[in-house]
């Protein structure tokens, strides 16, 4: 059996360690900002892909000289890529319009391919993409907060009368305010007959607070109440 399929102890030891401290460099960084999935999480989910990458590699090497064995060390590590979902939907909480956790669930799968790449020894990329992602995480998110006017998204419910028009006129007053709608949902009140229930979930600029949107809802004609959530 040549040397390329056999590793050392202190190699293997080195690779789960490097594997650890990179995981925990992104991990500590959403755990500074009180996201889900933080430092531990992190150091594990890199850990766990270092040695599954290490066992693909390196822990079949005694049936190698058997014959009708077909070795392919990307099979086991390759279901990594895929079953890091799980453990990153479960840090996506969306509540009414908004979504939230998508960066941290972001954050593992990253991590985990990091954790992969030590495992193979590809060193050089898996501390590249560390340092790119530390980047992206911390210092692009200052120059956001910076250079982007932040957005914020609500959800409104407006009863108004079933009248040609209405929904053009919210809309028309939405984006005279520099805002978008995002989703619409139209229904009849069953309690009210002749008017609608409209539930809009718009994205507002940071200049136009949402209860001077209201207010100039309110006025339009035929608009009965405006409720936000």
């Known amino acids: 059996m040549g ?4 590793i050392p102890y202190w190699d293997i ?7 650890g401290l990179l995981g925990g460099l992104v991990g500590w960084e959403r755990e500074r900002h009180n996201h889900p999935a933080g430092f531990r999480t992190h150091i594990l ?7 599954i990458m290490l066992i693909s590699i390196y822990g079949f090497t005694d049936y190698m000289d058997e014959e009708q064995v ?9 279901q990594v890529v895929s079953g890091i979902g799980f453990l990153g939907a479960g840090t996506i909480l969306r ?13 593992l799968w990253v991590v985990s391919g990091v954790g992969l790449a030590v495992g193979a020894g590809f060193m050089f990329g898996a501390v590249l993409t560390t340092v790119f992602a530390l980047v992206s995480l ?3 998110t200052r120059m956001e907060k910076i250079l982007i006017r932040k957005r914020h998204l609500c959800l409104l419910h407006i009863h108004v009368k079933d009248e040609q028009g209405k929904l053009g006129q919210l809309f028309t ?18 309690e009210m ?35 936000a959530d």
Do not use: C, Y
């Open 173 to 190: 007053l939405i984006s005279e305010k520099g805002g978008s709608v995002r989703k619409v949902n139209v229904e009849e009140d069953e």
């Open 95 to 107: 509540h009414r319009a908004s979504v939230s956790g998508l960066t941290t669930a972001a954050s």
């Open 70 to 78: 077909r070795f392919d060390p990307a099979r086991l590590s390759a």
């Open 3 to 6: 040397q390329l399929w056999v």
């Open 45 to 51: 989910v890199s850990l766990g892909s270092a040695l």
């Open 193 to 227: 007959p002749g008017m609608l229930e409209i539930a809009l979930t718009v994205r507002l600029p940071q200049k136009t607070t949402l209860t001077e949107l209201i207010d100039e809802i309110t006025n339009i004609e035929g608009v009965k109440s405006v409720r």
């Open 138 to 140: 911390e210092l692009l």
């Open 13 to 19: 030891a080195w690779r789960l360690f490097m594997a």
